[in-house]
């Protein structure tokens, strides 16, 4: 029993509110340029177990962090290697997997044997993860993932079926398919905008009010978009 008990005690149950404090401390220093190759520099860890602990309540280490962190960016690879093949999308809506087929499901799974259990396993906060845990980071690409992905499906869309849906290809593609080429090149726009403050180089991440009057500004977008 004792033994059991030593087992269990470092466990932690984490819940999405405990997950979103903890990936946006990990956005805000990764654009302080404090992620290493294999992990964070000390005081992230510090500021983490902070703010995990005095915003929601709970008691938790540098280890938890850390575990957290492998877990978080196991879930990016698997799903960044399936976002990357054809056949598969993100949605949004449910924040898990979209598969054309249980064909395609299959072959992929036989070939890639860890993504077995994520068909229908629900990944939130998937553009915070796509961000911190993007491994061109490193060398200042990671932040530019995006944009270059919704300028080449507004160029697909420029030559391609205008009826057909976008097929997502990239952790930050765009939520649904839009026809008309004038909003893609000012999507690409702000998008490049807001972007930019996420580089490594970039002074700050833009506020809200800032991303907001920037979408704002963008005719055919929705709300729900």
Same mark, same amino acid.
Not at 82 to 93: A, P, Q
């Given at each position: 029993?004792?033994?059991?008990?030593?087992?269990?005690?470092?466990?932690?149950?984490?819940?999405?509110?405990?997950?979103?404090?903890?990936?946006?401390?990990?956005?805000?220093?990764?654009?302080?340029?404090?992620?290493?190759?294999?992990?964070?520099?000390?005081?992230?860890?510090? @500021?983490?177990?902070?703010?995990?602990?005095? #915003?929601? %309540?709970? *008691?938790?280490? &540098?280890?938890?962090?850390? $575990?957290? !962190?492998?877990?978080?960016?196991?879930?990016?690879?698997?799903?960044?290697?399936?976002?990357?093949?054809?056949?598969?999308?993100?949605?949004?809506?449910?924040?898990?997997?979209?598969?054309?087929?249980?064909?395609?499901?299959?072959?992929?799974?036989?070939?890639?044997?860890?993504?077995?259990?994520?068909?229908?396993?629900?990944?939130?906060?998937?553009?915070?993860?796509?961000?911190?845990?993007?491994?061109?980071?490193?060398?200042?690409?990671?932040?530019?993932?995006? @944009?270059?992905?919704?300028?080449?499906?507004? #160029?697909? %869309?420029? *030559?391609?079926? &205008?009826?057909?849906?976008? $097929?997502? !290809?990239?952790?930050?593609?765009?939520?649904?398919?839009?026809?008309?080429?004038?909003?893609?090149?000012?999507?690409?726009?702000?998008?490049?905008?807001?972007?930019?403050?996420?580089?490594?180089?970039?002074?700050?991440?833009?506020?809200?009010?800032?991303?907001?009057?920037?979408?704002?500004?963008?005719?055919?977008?929705?709300?729900?978009?």
């Amino acid at each position: 029993m004792a033994t059991s008990d030593k087992k269990t005690r470092g466990y932690v149950p984490w819940n999405d509110e405990m997950d979103k404090v903890l990936l946006d401390t990990f956005v805000d220093y990764y654009n302080k340029s404090d992620r290493c190759q294999n992990g964070w520099k000390s005081h992230v860890y510090t @500021v983490a177990v902070k703010n995990v602990c005095e #915003k929601c %309540n709970v *008691t938790i280490t &540098k280890e938890n962090i850390s $575990s957290r !962190s492998k877990n978080f960016d196991k879930h990016y690879n698997i799903i960044n290697g399936l976002l990357s093949t054809s056949g598969f999308g993100w949605d949004w809506e449910k924040n898990k997997l979209k598969v054309d087929s249980d064909t395609v499901w299959d072959e992929y799974v036989e070939r890639n044997k860890e993504a077995k259990g994520y068909r229908h396993k629900v990944v939130k906060f998937w553009v915070l993860l796509s961000l911190v845990y993007n491994k061109d980071q490193a060398n200042g690409e990671g932040a530019k993932t995006a @944009v270059e992905s919704s300028k080449e499906m507004a #160029k697909e %869309n420029d *030559t391609g079926d &205008k009826d057909a849906p976008y $097929s997502v !290809s990239s952790s930050s593609s765009l939520k649904r398919q839009r026809s008309d080429d004038s909003f893609n090149s000012i999507w690409c726009d702000k998008f490049d905008m807001l972007t930019s403050a996420l580089k490594d180089d970039g002074p700050k991440l833009p506020s809200s009010a800032e991303v907001l009057a920037a979408l704002q500004e963008v005719e055919g977008l929705d709300e729900d978009t």
